[in-house]
């Protein structure tokens, strides 16, 4: 997971005040913000709930300290709280938050299915609900969607892994395998079609071969996004298929997974494969730097609670948040008014460029 030293967190966090503060005073010219109503919403000052999941990945510990100083900075209460317990620890928080009175709770869920009485309680409460990052899945009590583009992202890794793989050999085909993220995570599955739509027809015309035969998403999971869960599965593949083949690539859907994968192949003393991955955690883009693990993605943290403040301020003062997408994150009840950011794919080729700006990663990229 990311270490943030003194610096680092103090820069990241004053970048997110500023955020915050330069929001309060915009004006809306998105596709589909509306017009002041000239009244608020809910009082300002109100306490606004933040329901985190477990500290899984260095995005979240980060996504816990920007929220905390960005609501706090905008003229809110921020109430964020971790669920390191599980799914019953969040179903409780929200409910306490919504006993509280929080006004409007933004829910980056554990398992996005499995919270439809809470969002419920928070309706019938009156409260405004943003999913964070992850879709809300089954549930009509979801109001707004803020994240990455999470199927581009998919596209980006697949497109990745083909570029990696013809780069280190002019032709095929190849030797792949596929691991995707834990199923109760619903951005998995999007991560993994998005892939598979760049994959699939070279699977199909024998450029891209897996060998062990594990294609589909179901196989290809990792529970809870877990990275000793990663490397006994790639220990068994390689123990199991690739006593004498080559293997070439692994599409791997985040860094930590990665690592473990890579971690994985050094034990069993092949040479590495073009590996993908996703967070710009600091490990693997030192990884990148160093020339092993080939790709992540850079969803810059700040800017997604950025822009989750600004719709808690839109909502607060009675105007209706700017959304870019109206089609795409259908949740088996509806399909829920989105505003997503566009990932960007970090290589070799523009690591040293693509964090500028970014206050732990840019010096370590210099």
């Avoid at 803020?146 to 890794?157: E, H, I, M, R, S």
């Avoid at 810059?300 to 009675?318: C, Y």
């Avoid at 994150?329 to 070799?348: D, F, M, S």
Wanted: aromatic share 6%.
């Amino acid at each position: 997971m990311r270490m943030f030293g003194k610096a680092g967190k103090a820069a990241a966090v004053a970048a997110i005040a500023a955020l915050a503060l330069t929001a309060c005073g915009r004006t809306d010219s998105g596709t589909s913000g509306g017009s002041s109503s000239g009244s608020e919403a809910f009082p300002k000052g109100s306490s606004i709930g933040v329901a985190l999941p477990q500290k899984t990945s260095e995005n979240w510990v980060l996504a816990e300290k920007l929220f905390n100083d960005g609501l706090t900075s905008a003229g809110f209460k921020p109430d964020v709280q971790f669920a390191n317990g599980g799914v019953s620890e969040q179903q409780n928080q929200i409910s306490a938050m919504i006993t509280k009175g929080d006004k409007l709770i933004i829910v980056g869920a554990i398992d996005g299915a499995q919270l439809g009485t809470q969002l419920k309680q928070a309706k019938d409460a009156g409260a405004t609900v943003i999913a964070y990052d992850r879709l809300l899945l089954n549930t009509s009590n979801v109001d707004y969607y803020v994240a990455y583009d999470n199927f581009k992202v998919g596209v980006l890794q697949g497109q990745a892994l083909l570029d990696g793989l013809k780069a280190k050999k002019p032709s095929g085909p190849y030797n792949i395998e596929l691991f995707a993220g834990s199923p109760d995570d619903a951005n998995a599955k999007v991560f993994f079609d998005g892939a598979m739509s760049i994959l699939q027809p070279k699977i199909d015309d024998g450029t891209l071969k897996v060998v062990s035969g594990q294609k589909s998403f179901e196989q290809a999971v990792t529970q809870g996004w877990k990275a000793e869960n990663a490397q006994k599965r790639m220990d068994t593949l390689l123990a199991g298929t690739y006593t004498s083949a080559s293997l070439d690539g692994v599409l791997s859907p985040n860094d930590t997974l990665a690592r473990a994968i890579l971690t994985s192949v050094k034990a069993a003393g092949k040479p590495l494969p073009v590996v993908t991955g996703q967070d710009s955690e600091v490990e693997s883009v030192k990884s990148i730097l160093a020339g092993e693990q080939y790709s992540t993605i850079n969803k810059d943290t700040r800017k997604l609670v950025e822009h989750a403040i600004t719709m808690v301020q839109d909502v607060q003062s009675g105007k209706t948040p700017e959304i870019n997408d109206t089609k795409s994150y259908n949740n088996g009840v509806k399909t829920v008014p989105a505003y997503l950011l566009p990932p960007v794919i970090v290589t070799l080729a523009n690591v040293k460029t693509a964090y500028v700006d970014d206050p732990i990663l840019g010096p370590i990229t210099k």
